[in-house]
């Protein structure tokens, strides 16, 4: 069974940098993709940013150059770099895995970040 567990998400000042964590338990295929959705109450989640297992990854506008998404393939994780971050970004993030060509898409449970102004 898979599972997608997420860390990070605090209170943080605007301007301020936090970093998101989503470990896989147990093991997904490839090619796959992981990435990280943002949702605020009464929104759809959107995307935030994604990576695939090759390296590639594409962002939000909203987010380019402030965010940076990696992962550890060795260890099925992904991570969410939030720099300069803004009340805007108030969100619960929820980390997302797809494995590429098939219907099998996993959620996290989601992690609330919080931006003060």
């Known amino acids: 069974q898979v599972q997608l567990v997420e860390s990070g998400g605090v209170l943080v000042q605007a301007g301020g940098s936090l970093r998101l964590s989503c470990a896989v338990s147990?093991?997904?295929?490839?090619?796959?993709?992981m990435g990280w959705y943002s949702q605020t109450p009464g929104k759809q989640r959107e995307l935030v940013a994604a990576?695939?297992?090759?390296?590639?990854?594409n962002y939000a506008d909203s987010v380019k150059g402030r965010f940076t998404i990696s992962r550890d393939n060795a260890k099925l994780t992904v991570y969410l770099q939030m720099n300069s971050l803004k009340p805007e970004d108030t969100a619960v993030y929820y980390c997302?895995?797809?494995?590429?060509?098939?219907?099998?898409?996993?959620w996290g449970q989601g992690t609330q970040v919080t931006v003060s102004s």
């Open positions: 147990g093991s997904i295929s490839s090619p796959n993709a």
């Open positions: 990576i695939t297992s090759g390296g590639s990854s």
């Open positions: 997302n895995a797809v494995v590429l060509g098939t219907r099998y898409v996993y």
